[in-house]
C-alpha cells in the first residue's frame, strides 16, 4: 500500500465507531510506509492517534502549513495543531506567504505520490485536496455522512464534469446510521 494521506475538516468528523473501523484497518495494513496528515486538529488527528495506540509501527508524518518549530508551538497553544510527538516525521512549509498561503500549498505534497487518499468531505481545503487527488490518478476513498450524500455527489458530479473527469473515478464510501460503510458510484 505504501503512502497513504487522509483529509478531511477540522469541524466534523465521522461517529466514533467510524474512526474506530479505520483506524483498525489502516493498522492492519504492513505494508504502509507513510501515514500522512495535513497536521492541524481534525478528523486525520484523531485517526491517527487511534492507529498509533493499536500499532505503533506504522510511520506518521504531518505535512504541516506551520513554517518551524516555535510557529507550531504557538498554533498548538491555540489548539489548531496537535502535539508534535504524535508524528515521526514533519514536513515544514516554506516560504514567508501568510499561513493560509501555506496551507494551500501543503496540499499537493501531503497527496504527491500516495497509494491512496481518504478523504472524509467538508468545508474547507477538501474540494482542492480532492481535485489534485483526482488529476493525479491517486485512488480515494472518500467518506460521508450519511444524511449528505445527495449534496456531495451533486457538488462533486459538478466538478468532475467540470473538468472533464470521469464520474467513475469517484466512489463514495460513507457511514450510514448503523456504521457499516457503504460504497456507491456518482
Not at 506518521?60 to 510527538?85: L, M
Not at 481518504?118 to 477538501?126: H, R, S
Not at 468532475?160 to 448503523?178: A, V
Request: a negative charge; charged letters at 25%.
Amino acid at each position: 500500500m505504501s503512502k497513504v494521506s487522509i483529509f478531511g475538516p477540522r469541524d466534523k468528523m465521522p461517529p466514533e465507531e467510524g474512526i474506530d473501523i479505520l483506524a483498525s484497518y489502516l493498522s492492519s495494513e504492513r505494508d504502509i510506509t507513510e501515514l500522512a496528515t495535513g497536521g492541524v486538529v481534525g478528523f486525520p488527528t484523531e485517526l491517527v492517534e487511534r492507529i498509533r495506540r493499536i500499532n505503533q509501527d506504522i510511520p506518521t508524518c504531518a505535512y504541516t502549513p506551520c513554517s518551524s518549530e516555535s510557529e507550531w508551538d504557538t498554533f498548538y497553544q491555540k489548539g489548531i495543531v496537535p502535539r508534535r510527538d504524535l508524528f515521526d516525521k514533519v514536513v515544514w512549509a516554506t516560504g514567508d506567504e501568510d499561513i493560509k498561503f501555506r496551507a494551500l500549498k501543503r496540499i499537493l505534497l501531503l497527496v504527491n505520490n500516495s497509494n491512496l487518499n481518504i478523504a472524509y468531505l467538508g468545508q474547507g481545503n477538501t474540494h482542492l485536496e480532492v481535485l489534485s487527488s483526482l488529476s493525479m490518478g491517486i485512488p480515494t476513498l472518500y467518506l460521508v455522512d450519511d444524511g449528505e450524500l445527495g449534496k456531495w455527489q451533486n457538488v462533486y458530479k459538478c466538478l468532475l464534469r467540470k473538468n472533464e473527469y470521469l464520474p467513475e473515478m469517484c466512489t463514495f464510501s460513507y457511514w450510514n446510521l448503523d456504521n457499516s460503510i457503504k460504497r456507491r458510484i456518482l
